[in-house]
């Protein structure tokens, strides 16, 4: 009898990438829709930024409760980053805003706003970092050094476009390699996904120029 042969996941097959990784596009889309609504909320009388904070503090929320619930993640604060992380200490996911390239399979895109110096500095040394880390919830998972040496730290990239009376936001799953001036500038992995269409636009409010300057572990 033959061998049994398993072909690896094609470059256009998201949904087994994503299986790979422990995620699927279930959990992903409503971080991206809750996003958007909290973004939605923000008047011309809250802060600049209101905006972009909320659909932020949304994006991480939901995915966090997704894969809690669904797949038994738990909640990762990791050198001030955001994410939540599997059960293995070896995949986790946070979120960054992207540019016009996102979701774009032939190009390159990079993160929208640029980085602080941080977010170098724990590119060169996250895992030292990592060995001190501060007091945890119960909620919470904890890396030791060599879990964190170890640790994957993927992206939900997201870049909204306004077309009339529709929202729609190019998303991406991918994995940062390199990172220079504040700016993604090589992936080891991405995962294109498909765009997410909205209705019901009401007017747009400028973000503003101001973001919380969030650092991002490379790996």
């Known amino acids: 009898m033959a061998a049994l042969s398993i072909a690896a996941p094609g470059p256009d097959d998201h949904h087994a990438q994503l299986a790979a990784l422990g995620t699927k596009l279930e959990y992903l889309h409503p971080a991206l829709r809750a996003g958007e609504i909290a973004r939605r909320s923000a008047t011309p009388n809250h ?71 941080a977010t170098e500095r724990a590119a060169e040394a996250n895992a030292q970092l990592a060995l001190f880390p501060p007091p945890t919830r119960r909620d919470e998972t904890v890396l030791s050094a060599e879990e964190s040496s170890q640790l994957q730290i993927w992206f939900l990239v997201s870049y909204r476009v306004e077309d009339g009376d529709k929202v729609r936001i190019h998303s991406e799953l991918s994995l940062p390699g390199e990172v220079e001036g504040g700016y993604v500038t090589k992936w080891k992995r991405r995962i294109p996904l498909p765009v997410l269409e909205m209705d019901g636009i009401e007017p747009p409010y400028e973000d503003g120029d101001g973001e919380i300057d969030i650092p991002v572990p490379f790996r």
């Not at 949304?58 to 669904?70: A, D, K, L, P």
Request: aromatic letters at 2%; a positive charge; one cysteine or more.
């Open 47 to 117: 802060p600049a930024n209101t905006a972009g904070t909320r659909a932020y503090q949304e994006h991480v929320r939901i995915i966090r409760e997704m894969h809690i619930q669904h797949e038994g993640w738990k909640r990762l604060l990791h050198d001030h980053l955001e994410l939540v992380c599997n059960s293995d200490k070896t995949v986790a996911i946070g979120v960054m805003v992207g540019d016009a390239a996102t979701g774009e399979r032939t190009l390159h895109p990079r993160n929208l706003h640029r980085r602080g110096a």
